[in-house]
T-cell receptor, first 116, second 116 residues
Framework: EADIYQTPRYLVIGTGKKITLECSQTMGHDKMYWYQQDPGMELHLIHYSYGVNSTEKGDLSSESTVSRIRTEHFPLTLESARPSHTSQYLC???????????????FGPGTRLLVL | GNSVTQMEGPVTLSEEAFLTINCTYTATGYPSLFWYVQYPGEGLQLLLKATKADDKGSNKGFEATYRKETTSFHLEKGSVQVSDSAVYFCALIPWGFTGGGNKLTFGTGTQLKVEL
């Protein structure tokens, strides 16, 4: 069972607001990821991290930023939300745990963001 | 570059019908191949995986065989249930990336609807 959490699950916010999407995992995984999922279901990697103080941009350009100060926490921030940011955001992690292989990514439930 | 192509949906079946969702990939060497499933309102979860040619992954009655000669990893189930209604994603991790980043390349997803 996945132990990865995202808050909030749903967020409706006005244009120009700053928002932070939270992602936490209790599995001790070193690698974490953020995906953006558009209404057509396609998934795009927007950020990833190999460990504390390591962050990289993904395949899809995003105006969001991330930080990785603690192993278990990987928040995503939008400084000024716009309607084009409306999407679902999925957080995932992978790494070494007793019963895990290194390749499998475990996903959180997602945050559905609507920017008006 | 690496890519995954899967059949477009939605796929609508009657309960107890046979399911095939086609997936082909483009990648060098021997990538690891995955099927993830996303139930309504949830994040993704690993359904099955295969890491080398001719491997068969299986879980919950679903199966997929890694075919290097046809670069395919088709998902099959002999008798679907209403509870199998979900979106199914085929994905790969490039060869040589194990433990080094695990950046998944996803297909576009196939929605499955199973009716009574």
């Amino acid at each position: 069972e996945a132990d990865i959490y995202q808050t909030p699950r749903y967020l409706v916010i006005g244009t120009g607001k700053k928002i932070t999407l939270e992602c936490s995992q209790t599995m001790g995984h070193d690698k974490m990821y953020w995906y953006q999922q558009d209404p057509g279901m396609e998934l795009h990697l927007i950020h990833y991290s190999y460990g504390v103080n390591s962050t990289e941009k993904g395949d899809l350009s995003s105006e969001s930023t991330v930080s990785r100060i603690r192993t278990e926490h990987f928040p995503l921030t939008l400084e000024s939300a716009r309607p084009s940011h409306t999407s679902q955001y999925l957080c995932a992690s992978s790494g070494i745990r007793e019963t895990d292989d290194q390749e499998t990514q475990y996903f959180g439930p997602g945050t559905r963001l609507l920017v008006l | 570059g690496n890519s995954v192509t899967q059949m477009e949906g939605p796929v609508t079946l009657s309960e107890e019908a046979f399911l095939t969702i086609n997936c082909t990939y483009t990648a060098t060497g021997y990538p690891s191949l995955f099927w993830y499933v996303q139930y309504p309102g949830e994040g993704l979860q690993l359904l099955l995986k295969a890491t080398k040619a001719d491997d068969k992954g299986s879980n919950k009655g679903f199966e997929a065989t890694y075919r290097k000669e046809t670069t395919s990893f088709h998902l099959e189930k002999g008798s679907v249930q209403v509870s199998d209604s979900a979106v199914y994603f085929c994905a790969l991790i490039p060869w040589g990336f194990t433990g080094g980043g695990n950046k998944l390349t996803f297909g576009t997803g196939t929605q499955l609807k199973v009716e009574l």
